[in-house]
Each structure stands twice: as structure tokens, then as C-alpha cells.
């Protein structure tokens, strides 16, 4: 039966957004707390559970499409869990870097104590868990708070960015250091968009309507 397709993707899609913010968790805290094992944990061992989970997805995804030729509400379902699977993977791919980011900086002073990047990290995993979870209960007023918190990681990237300026401008020796925090800093605001296009796909599951850059702004002003 349809329903229980539907029900078994779910149950796929949550494992791999599992799998996917545990990387986005131990990659940032390799960094913060100096943990070599942490970084090589999600280089080596989650990534491929990821990428096993994408291709696992999309193919049950594409055959329940085949199958069962699923109509409006259902149909829309299974199109943004196909789009769903290829952002998860990229919130892999960005757990990735920044854990490549980590074995570079981790045997290094820090530059300045970690203050914002845990509470960007924090804010953009709150947003991917939320979107998993609006997802799930198609919740289409979860998915749209989502897209305007994206705004908060937005300001929380720039503020990082601003202050490692001026430690570089103020101590050249931190350069090389700096400029890989700011890498780590954009990754993760990579990942927070990630969980903004997934509470998009959740408002046009559950509305059909499309909602990607802003459209939600221009709607509520009519």
C-alpha cells in the first residue's frame, strides 16, 4: 500500500537526518574541544552511512513512484523527499569540510575562545531538527518559522567573520588560523540553509505552494 511506502521513507528520512546532525554535531565540537577522533569519526565512518542512505532513499522513492503513481498531497510527498535526501547528503558534505576544517586548526592555538560558532552551530541544528520534525508532522507553520530563523544564523555568520577581521588586522599570525574559522563559520550557515529548503518543501507538501526566496513575504503583504 501507498501508506506504508510513505510511512517507510519516513522512517529512512529520519534515520538519515540522524546520521546528518550528529556530523554537523561532532564536527564543530572536534573544533571546540580539540578532537582528532571526532573529526575522523565523521570523515570516515558517518559519511558513507550518508551517501549509502541517499542512494537507498532516492531508489525507493523513484520505485514508489513507479509503482503506486501517487496523486496530489502524496505525490507532492514524495517529490520533496527526493529533494529532501540530496540536502541531507549536503549537510554531510558540509560536516565534511568542516571536519577538514578541524584537523588543520585542532593541533593549533585557538585564535580567540569559541563563543559564537557553538550558538550558530546550535541554532542551525535546532533548525534542521525542527524541519525534520515539521516534515514529519506537516507542519507548514513550523516550516515557515524555519526560513525566517535563517536569518538569525545569517547575522551570527557576518558577526564571526567581522571579528576575526580584525584579529587578523591586528595579528597577522592568526591569519592562516582565522581564515579556517570563517570557512567553518560559512559551512555552517551552508547547513542552515539546508534546513530552510526542507521547511520549504514542508509548506508546499502540505499548501503546494512555493515559498523559495521570500515568496511567503510577498504573499503575506498582498
Given at each position: ?7 517507510e521513507?519516513t ?11 550528529e556530523?554537523?554535531?561532532l ?25 549509502e ?8 522513492a523513484i520505485?514508489t513512484?513507479?509503482l503506486y ?13 527526493i ?10 558534505d ?13 593541533p ?8 559564537d560558532?557553538?550558538?550558530m552551530t546550535?541554532?542551525?541544528l535546532?533548525?534542521l ?5 515539521a ?19 545569517d ?8 571579528e ?19 570557512r ?14 526542507i ?16 515568496h ?7
Amino acid at each position: 500500500m501507498l501508506e506504508d511506502r510513505l510511512k517507510e521513507l519516513t522512517e529512512k528520512i529520519l534515520k538519515m537526518s540522524s546520521i546528518a546532525e550528529e556530523m554537523v554535531k561532532l564536527s564543530v565540537r572536534a573544533i571546540v574541544e580539540k578532537r582528532m577522533d571526532w573529526a575522523e569519526k565523521v570523515i570516515n565512518e558517518l559519511e558513507p552511512q550518508v551517501n549509502e542512505l541517499e542512494i537507498e532513499i532516492d531508489d525507493f522513492a523513484i520505485e514508489t513512484l513507479a509503482l503506486y503513481a501517487p496523486q496530489a498531497k502524496n505525490l507532492r510527498k514524495v517529490a520533496m523527499i527526493i529533494k529532501m535526501v540530496k540536502d541531507l547528503e549536503r549537510v554531510g558534505d558540509l560536516s565534511v569540510n568542516i571536519a577538514e576544517f578541524g584537523r588543520e586548526l585542532i593541533p593549533q592555538p585557538d585564535v580567540k575562545p569559541y563563543i559564537d560558532l557553538p550558538r550558530m552551530t546550535e541554532t542551525a541544528l535546532q533548525m534542521l531538527d525542527d524541519a525534520i520534525t515539521a516534515f514529519v508532522n506537516e507542519d507548514s507553520k513550523l516550516g515557515r518559522e524555519i526560513c525566517i530563523r535563517d536569518d538569525i544564523v545569517d547575522q551570527l555568520n557576518d558577526q564571526i567573520i567581522r571579528e576575526l577581521i580584525t584579529y587578523m588586522l591586528s595579528d597577522p599570525r592568526t591569519i592562516n588560523r582565522a581564515i579556517l574559522i570563517i570557512r567553518v563559520s560559512e559551512n555552517v550557515e551552508r547547513i542552515a540553509d539546508q534546513a530552510t529548503n526542507i521547511g520549504e518543501y514542508v509548506v508546499y507538501i502540505g499548501e503546494g505552494k512555493v515559498i523559495k526566496h521570500h515568496h511567503f513575504e510577498k504573499e503575506e503583504n498582498n
